[in-house]
């Protein structure tokens, strides 16, 4: 029998990062590129058969939703790994999704949100659980830890994106732990207000650009930007971006401009010259 596969998308924190934490809300997007988990019965325990994802940890944090024996795991994915993007919420919901097809039946959004926690909490301590709300949904999404909330947001226009690949992943339960350390109540506070201004602007169909800059400021006084993002998100804007922000939790991975259609060539060439990887997602519309 089998095999029995899932699939599931990435994301972009376009707005709330490390705010969401405190019970702020966050904006966030599903993106085109995606993790596929492949389960084949195997005898013996159950464990990994091939994957394009390296991570120590990965095994662990699959090991609490999947059974203890006579499951082989295939793991292929489009996603960078550790760069604010979802990989391992993708990796949740798509095993999950997989599991389910074992059984012979469809994982709904209540069980992907609620067993993704499992697998999220091994990898990254204290997630808020905006990752794998959205990888579920594939859906730009308005997100509140408490209850939760979670709302759909219906985008009326195409949210045009670059996105830098810094190439050095992130941290995602150091950076959170560091915030917590510090404590910057104020910035989070402007944080979760500028999160809801941006869901405004894609609700009505405008440009959150601007937004992003000021997230962006913020977020590098709570200690979570590095140089290279930095960089990123100046040379975006520089070359036309109307806006840029890192994506994520930070200590490393994406950044995101926004840009139309005429500006996106010019942007992606100013992040390549920096050397490093972009490529064009769009959202919403």
């Known amino acids: 029998m089998g095999p029995w596969v899932g699939t599931a998308p990435g994301k972009l924190i376009l707005s709330g990062e490390h705010a969401v934490v405190y019970g702020h809300r966050a904006v966030a997007a599903a993106v085109s590129l995606r993790t596929t988990v492949t389960l084949r019965a195997r005898p013996g325990p159950s464990g990994i058969d091939e994957s394009a994802i390296r991570d120590d940890r990965m095994w662990p944090a699959l090991a609490t939703i999947l059974p203890a024996d006579g499951v082989g795991v295939s793991i292929a994915s489009t996603l960078p790994v550790g760069c604010g993007m979802g990989s391992s919420a993708a990796l949740a919901v798509a095993t999950l999704r997989a599991l389910a097809a074992r059984e012979g039946r469809v994982a709904g959004f209540d069980e992907c949100f609620e067993k993704g926690f499992l697998v999220e909490r091994v990898l990254h301590g204290n997630p808020s659980g905006v990752d794998h709300a959205v990888s579920a949904l594939d859906r730009v999404v308005l997100y509140r830890r408490e209850g939760p909330e979670i709302v759909p947001l219906d985008v009326p226009a195409p949210l045009h994106l670059v996105v830098a690949d810094t190439g050095t992943p992130g941290d995602t339960a150091a950076m959170v732990a560091g915030v917590r350390a510090r404590a910057p109540h104020a910035e989070l506070r402007r944080i979760g207000a500028v999160a809801e201004m941006v869901s405004a602007r894609l609700l009505r169909g405008e440009d959150p650009g601007p937004l992003f800059t000021e997230n962006h400021r913020l977020l590098r006084r709570i200690g979570v930007s590095t140089a290279a993002l930095d960089a990123a998100v100046a040379a975006m804007e520089a070359a036309g971006a109307t806006g840029a ?24 060439g100013a992040v390549e010259a920096l050397g490093f990887r972009a490529f064009g997602v769009t959202v919403g519309g």
């Not at 922000?245 to 992606?268: D, H, N, P, S, W």
């Open 245 to 268: 922000k890192l994506a994520g939790a930070g200590g490393g991975g994406v950044a995101i401009g926004v840009v139309t259609q005429q500006t996106e060539g010019a942007v992606r």
